[in-house]
C-alpha cells in the first residue's frame, strides 16, 4: 500500500499536522507495528527527527534519537531505497495536551520559540506569511541545544532550560 499522502500547504506555506488515524497509517505503511523501537535521524541537527521522536513517543510508540544524525553514523551507507512490507498499526488518538490550539496558548504559563533568533525577532521570515512572534513567548533556539552537531549534556540542557523558567512552570507550550 503507498503511504498517505502529506496533506497540501496551506495559503501560508505551512503543513497541518496530520491526524492521528492519517499517521498511524502512515507508520504501518512503512513496515512499523505498534511495538517496534523507531531510531530516527535527519541531516539538520535532529530537528525533524527530533520532532518525529516526539509524536511517535506521545502515542506510546517506543522512540529515539540517533543523536548527531546521519553526520555521525560511523558506518558506510547504503543508496537506493528499500521498500518495507506494511504492516497494521492501530490507530491510537493523540492524548489530550499534547497540542494546543491557538487560542488556548494565551493561557499557557511558558511559551518557548524555538526557531532562529532572525525568525523570532521577524527580521526574516523564509516560511511563515506573518513574521514575529506570539506575544510572550521567550526565544530558545533548537540550535542552542547542540554542541558540534551532538546534543549538549542533560545537566547543560537541564541548566539552560531552567534559566528559562520550563522548571517552574505549571504549562509549556513549544
Same mark, same amino acid.
Do not use: K
Given at each position: 500500500?503507498? $503511504?498517505?499522502p502529506?496533506?497540501?500547504?496551506?495559503?501560508?506555506?505551512?503543513?497541518?499536522?496530520?491526524?492521528? +488515524?492519517?499517521?498511524?497509517?502512515a507508520i #504501518?505503511?512503512? #513496515?512499523i507495528? @505498534? !511495538?517496534?523501537?523507531?531510531?530516527? !535521524?535527519?541531516? *539538520?541537527?535532529?530537528m525533524?527527527?527530533?520532532?518525529?521522536?516526539?509524536?511517535?513517543?506521545?502515542?506510546?510508540?517506543?522512540?529515539?534519537?540517533?543523536d548527531?544524525?546521519?553526520? /555521525?553514523? $560511523?558506518?558506510?551507507? +547504503?543508496?537506493? *531505497?528499500?521498500? =518495507?512490507?506494511?504492516?497494521d498499526?492501530?490507530?491510537? =488518538?493523540? @492524548?489530550? %495536551?499534547?497540542?494546543?490550539?491557538?487560542?488556548?496558548?494565551? %493561557?499557557?504559563?511558558?511559551?518557548?520559540?524555538?526557531?532562529?533568533? +532572525?525568525? !523570532?525577532?521577524?527580521d526574516s521570515? @523564509?516560511m511563515?506569511?506573518r513574521p %514575529?512572534?506570539? =506575544?510572550?513567548?521567550?526565544?530558545s533556539?533548537?540550535?542552542?541545544?547542540?554542541?558540534?552537531?551532538?546534543?549538549r549534556? /542533560?545537566? +547543560?540542557?537541564a541548566?539552560?532550560?531552567?534559566?528559562? #523558567?520550563? /522548571?517552574?512552570?505549571?504549562?509549556?507550550?513549544?
Open positions: 500500500a503507498e $503511504p498517505p502529506v496533506q497540501p500547504a496551506r495559503a501560508d506555506g505551512r503543513r497541518l499536522r496530520r491526524s492521528h +488515524e492519517t499517521f498511524d497509517v #504501518g505503511s512503512r #513496515g507495528g @505498534p !511495538y517496534d523501537t523507531v531510531v530516527a !535521524y535527519d541531516d *539538520s541537527g535532529g525533524s527527527a527530533g520532532r518525529l521522536v516526539w509524536m511517535l513517543r506521545v502515542l506510546g510508540q517506543p522512540a529515539a534519537l540517533l548527531g544524525g546521519l553526520p /555521525a553514523w $560511523p558506518g558506510p551507507l +547504503e543508496t537506493g *531505497s528499500t521498500a =518495507p512490507s506494511p504492516t498499526c492501530p490507530v491510537r =488518538p493523540w @492524548p489530550d %495536551g499534547a497540542f494546543v490550539e491557538a487560542d488556548a496558548v494565551a %493561557g499557557a504559563i511558558l511559551v518557548l520559540d524555538a526557531r532562529p533568533p +532572525e525568525r !523570532y525577532s521577524g521570515e @523564509p511563515d506569511a %514575529g512572534h506570539l =506575544p510572550g513567548a521567550l526565544n533556539p533548537f540550535a542552542l541545544n547542540l554542541t558540534e552537531g551532538l546534543f549534556s /542533560a545537566d +547543560e540542557l541548566d539552560h532550560y531552567r534559566s528559562l #523558567g520550563v /522548571a517552574d512552570a505549571s504549562a509549556v507550550v513549544v
